[in-house]
């Protein structure tokens, strides 16, 4: 059984930094990818960021040199560090898993809030 818990959503000021936690369980990040979406009120999930099993990155144009996926594979965990925050980066952000590729989601979070405040 996959599961993946999420953290380290919050309300922050616009040009502030957050670090999300996705801890995996019930399959290795190393060895599938891993991305993050989000989903703002009243829109659709959008993909965000995301790590393939071979370590290349991807992003949403939206959030180059700002965000960065990473993960840890001695801790099972994948993050996204967000920095240089605005306010239409508000949304509910998702961890998922795949064996198919960065933008194909078979397992997901419960999601985290981000907030961000003009």
């Known amino acids: 059984q996959v599961q993946l818990v999420e953290s380290g959503g919050g309300l922050v000021q616009a040009g502030a930094s957050l670090r999300l936690s996705c801890a995996a369980s019930?399959?290795?990040?190393?060895?599938?990818?891993m991305a993050w979406f989000r989903q703002a009120p009243g829109k659709e999930r959008e993909f965000v960021a995301g790590i393939s099993w071979t370590s290349n990155t991807y992003y949403v144009d939206s959030v180059k040199d700002r965000f960065t996926i990473s993960r840890d594979n001695a801790k099972n965990t994948a993050y996204l560090q967000m920095n240089s925050l605005k306010p239409e980066d508000t949304a509910v952000y998702y961890c998922a898993t795949s064996r198919v590729g960065v933008r194909t989601a078979e397992y997901w979070g419960q999601g985290t809030q981000v907030t961000v405040s003009s």
């Open positions: 019930g399959r290795t990040v190393s060895s599938y990818a």
